[in-house]
Structure formats: C-alpha cells, structure tokens
Nanobody
C-alpha cells in the first residue's frame, strides 16, 4: 500500500504565497518523479511541476518563474513553493508520484494524493 498525503493548501490573497507538501509512505522501493497537477471544475487536470530523483524539474507554462518544486529523496517528500499567486491559480492541487513498490514483480506506476484546495482571492 502506498499513500500520498498532501498539506499546505488554503486561502490566500492575490500576490501572496503558499507552500504545498506531499509525503509518500508505504511499501515503496523507488520513486522516479514526484510532481503536482491541478484541476478546476470542468477542465482537465494540468501539469504544475514535476521533479525527478536527480533533481530535474519541469513546469507548466502558466507557473514558470513563480512556482518552485523541491524534493527530499530520503524523506520521500516534495514541496511546491508558490509565489505571486493569481486568482487563476485557484484549483485543487494533486500530488503525483511515479514509483515502484517493494512487492516482487512490481512495475512503475502512477499514484495520486487526495488533493488539496488552493484558493486565491482577488
């Protein structure tokens, strides 16, 4: 069993900052990439940021220069620092991990957290 627990969402005014955290736990053998996606009602889930085990990052165009993703491999955690927040950043943010469990014959699979709400007021 694998669990991804997110924290740090909430309400913030435009121009403010929030930090989201994601902690992975369970029978995990190895984690490839960790990342964040977000979704608003009626829209597809979109990439926010990802980071590989080696530290390579990828950001969605709408957050480049404002958001920063970091990772602690030993603790199996990822953090998303969100600065200069805009009302259009309002969404449910989901942590995503591509990992292998410790079970014999496991393969690389995607796992998702339950989501955390971020609301940016204008």
């Amino acid at each position: 069993q694998v669990q991804l627990v997110e924290s740090g969402g909430g309400l913030v005014q435009a121009g403010g900052s929030l930090t989201l955290s994601c902690a992975a736990s369970g029978n995990i053998f190895s984690i490839n990439y960790m990342g964040w996606y977000r979704q608003t009602p009626g829209k597809q889930r979109e990439l926010v940021a990802t980071i590989t085990s080696g530290g390579m990052t990828n950001y969605g165009d709408s957050v480049k220069g404002r958001f920063t993703i970091a990772r602690d491999n030993a603790k199996k955690t990822a953090h998303l620092q969100m600065n200069s927040l805009k009302p259009e950043d309002t969404a449910v943010y989901y942590c995503n991990c591509n990992l292998r469990t410790g079970f014999l014959g496991s393969r690389w699979d995607d796992y998702w957290g339950q989501g955390t709400q971020v609301t940016v007021s204008s």
